[in-house]
């Protein structure tokens, strides 16, 4: 279904999977999906007379908050902040990955040499382990970056852990129960766009700030990786960071190499704020995951863009105006 053209409904489903509560009167609908972090979403319900007892039940984190558009599921996650007044019930929501803000490591473990894709599917699943809310995760493709990484029982919480895996070679993101694992460099595209596919004139801006021609990353002890030096055109602009959760020189190489991959040249990107799609987008909203890459063609600023670039953010709202679909695109790297 074309951007701007579905309309919404929502359920609230308890942790034993049985439904509390149907939402078929949205007066608002908030949803997103985002790269390396939590996604959130929000709806404004008008109650009628059978739905408002069971609405008063809503509990934070017992429930979960489902939308569909068009009937297809688009998000879910746990309920974090129920509001009750005279107008309707206003639902605040985070995705799957919200747990796992609320979990920490559950056994000592130690990889040595082991692809970084296949460690984060260990974090979650161990996240998950005592108390599963019904997850599954799929890994797209390999990194192709191993490296040594060492958890403690109790010791951080796998979220954290999960942020710190994800600036050194890999990304990941919600869709609905799946959490999806997938390579930095993965390009593949979910469709294309051009000047006429926005409802409003796109922003093309450079950020100069996240420029770096050389990385230094510090992990554990003495270990340490670098990438990149003075470079032909721009000269040196050299970054130092820590990242105590790499514990070989490899890893610290390959965490370097991603982050230079990120800031040379200057990142070039459509602003976020100006990048909504127009109702007759020849894309499908329910293709746009973050992760993936669309092909953009933009000649209307002297700052001409045809590039292939990455879905980093999907911001769904829906009221009484209608539907926006609202997109942040990321340089590719290719």
Request: aromatic share 6%; hydrophobic share 40%.
């Amino acid at each position: 279904m074309a951007a701007g053209c579905a309309s919404h409904t929502a359920q609230i489903i308890d942790r034993d999977g049985a439904v509390v509560s149907t939402a078929d009167i949205l007066l608002e609908v908030e949803w997103s999906r985002t790269l390396d972090d939590i996604s959130t979403a929000r709806v404004l319900i008008a109650p009628d007379a059978d739905c408002c007892a069971s609405l008063s039940r809503v509990r934070s984190w017992r429930h979960k908050l489902a939308i569909y558009r068009d009937t297809a599921p688009v998000w879910e996650g746990p309920i974090t902040a129920p509001e009750w007044t005279a107008d309707g019930v206003d639902i605040s929501a985070v995705d799957i990955l919200g747990w796992l803000d609320r979990r920490v490591p559950h056994t000592d473990q130690a990889f040595v040499a082991h692809e970084l894709t296949e460690i984060a599917a260990w974090l979650i699943d161990d996240g998950f382990a005592p108390d599963d809310p019904g997850h599954t995760v799929q890994i797209i493709g390999p990194s192709r970056i191993r490296g040594d990484r060492a958890y403690q029982v109790d010791v951080g919480q796998t979220g954290d852990h999960l942020r710190d895996l994800a600036a050194t070679g890999i990304d990941y993101t919600a869709l609905g129960s799946k959490i999806i694992i997938l390579p930095e460099d993965h390009y593949a595209r979910v469709g294309s766009l051009t000047d006429t596919d926005f409802s409003t004139p796109l922003v093309v801006a450079e950020d100069g700030l996240a420029l770096a021609t050389r990385w230094v990353i510090h992990g554990k002890d003495a270990v340490k990786g670098e990438a990149g030096g003075i470079h032909p055109y721009y000269g040196l602009l050299e970054r130092v960071v820590e990242e105590t959760s790499i514990l070989d020189d490899i890893s610290a190489q390959a965490a370097a190499r991603s982050r230079l991959q990120a800031s040379s040249p200057a990142p070039v990107f459509i602003d976020s704020q100006e990048a909504t799609l127009a109702p007759d987008a020849g894309v499908d909203v329910a293709a746009l995951v973050p992760g993936w890459c669309v092909d953009v063609t933009t000649t209307q600023t002297c700052r001409t863009i045809s590039q292939s670039l990455k879905i980093a953010t999907v911001k769904v709202k829906e009221n009484s105006n209608g539907e926006t679909v609202s997109l942040q695109l990321t340089p590719a790297g290719v």
